[in-house]
Structures are given as C-alpha cells and as structure tokens.
C-alpha cells in the first residue's frame, strides 16, 4: 500500500466514523471540493502538509491523531 492509498483510506475511515460524506468534509476544512475528491481518488500523490491539517481540523482531531493509525505506524509503504 502506498501513502497515498493509506491517507486515502484513512480520510474515508474517518468520515464513516464521523458519518460525514466527503463533500461535507470538503466544507468543513475549506479545501474544495476537487482537492479533496483528488487527494482520496489518489491522484495527487503528495498531499501537503496544510491540506491534511485542514483535512484534519474538518474532522475535529489534530494532525497528531490523523495520523495516528497502524497502517501508517506498522508498515513500510510502498514506493509511489
């Protein structure tokens, strides 16, 4: 699994939880709606620092806590 995939993957876990879709999500944080469909779509590869925070801040957790999940914590990603 890449990063991507796991930032992907976590954003999408936490909606569920937060029973949020990820149109609501996209006004929450204030990015747009085509930046957040493009960060879990996996086409931009590199999400920025400031875009995940944002992402973060949406849901209500820190940054910390965004990435605080064993995927990223226990595996060794994939090169991109």
Do not use: W
């Amino acid at each position: 699994m890449t990063y991507s995939e796991m930032i992907s993957k976590r954003i999408l876990d936490l909606c569920k939880k937060k029973k949020i879709t990820a149109n609501k999500l996209s006004t929450l944080s204030g990015l747009s709606h085509s930046t957040l469909e493009n960060i879990i779509k996996g086409n931009t590869k590199s999400a920025g620092v400031r875009s995940l925070h944002r992402i973060a801040q949406g849901l209500g957790i820190t940054l910390s806590e965004f990435f605080d999940f064993s995927e990223i914590n226990e595996t060794v990603p994939d090169d991109e």
